[in-house]
């Protein structure tokens, strides 16, 4: 068991994260091997590509930060950036953990992606685009409605009007039945233009 435990453990250094042989011959047990070329890098790691992400997208979507981190960390591992990346950060822990969380804090609060442009205002701007043409649709339906329900009536004060104009006396009724026909109709030309 500790002989395949040993091959996992080289594997995922060597094969996987591309730490040298050499590195990780420095670290006598699994233990020091896991704290020091795993968990404190990856710690150190993740605040960067996190910070990256913050800054690329911002507060517009928190999935899209998310991914575009995922993406980072995935390239930087695939690549093999990871094994010269954790050179540095084995032999000066305590500075590059100031380090990042100093630029974590001055990217993402300090100077504020949003407030830049950049990525994150191509992302605000495509995002009110779409709203801009969903609320578009929902009043071009809305006018819509509002035309059908007018020519609906339109086509009752026109009967009214064939009806009173066959039964003869009613001019003043008539009158105004041809009044409200004519608000009608320039209510629904102002509608049609609103299309």
């Known amino acids: 068991m500790a002989i395949f435990t040993i091959d996992l453990f080289r594997i995922v ?3 996987f994260l ?14 020091d091997q896991l ?16 910070t990256f992400g913050y800054w690329f997208v911002g507060n517009a ?3 899209l930060r998310l991914i575009i981190s995922l993406v980072a960390y995935i390239y930087l591992i695939w690549a093999g950036w990871y094994g010269t990346f954790v050179i540095p950060i084995v032999n000066a822990f305590l500075p ?11 990217f993402s609060r300090v100077f504020h992606p949003l407030n830049l442009g950049g990525a994150s205002g191509v992302i605000k701007g495509a995002s009110d685009v779409v709203k801009g043409s969903i609320a578009e649709g929902k ?10 329900l007018i020519a609906r009536r339109i086509r009752e004060l026109e009967a009214e009007r064939t009806r009173l104009e066959r039964m003869g006396g ?12 004519g608000k009608l109709r320039d209510l629904e030309r102002a509608k049609s233009l609103e299309l």
């Open 96 to 106: 590059m953990l100031i380090i990042s969380w100093f630029l974590f804090f001055i």
């Open 139 to 148: 009043a071009k339906e809305k006018v819509a409605k509002e035309m059908e």
């Open 170 to 181: 009613q001019d003043r009724r008539l009158a105004e039945v041809e009044y409200q026909i």
């Open 35 to 50: 704290l020091y070329l795993f968990l404190i890098p990856h710690a150190i790691l993740l605040l960067f590509i996190f």
């Open 18 to 31: 591309k730490i040298s042989p050499d590195l990780v011959s420095k670290y006598s047990t699994i233990q």
């Open 61 to 63: 979507h928190k999935g």
């Open 13 to 15: 250094f060597e094969e």
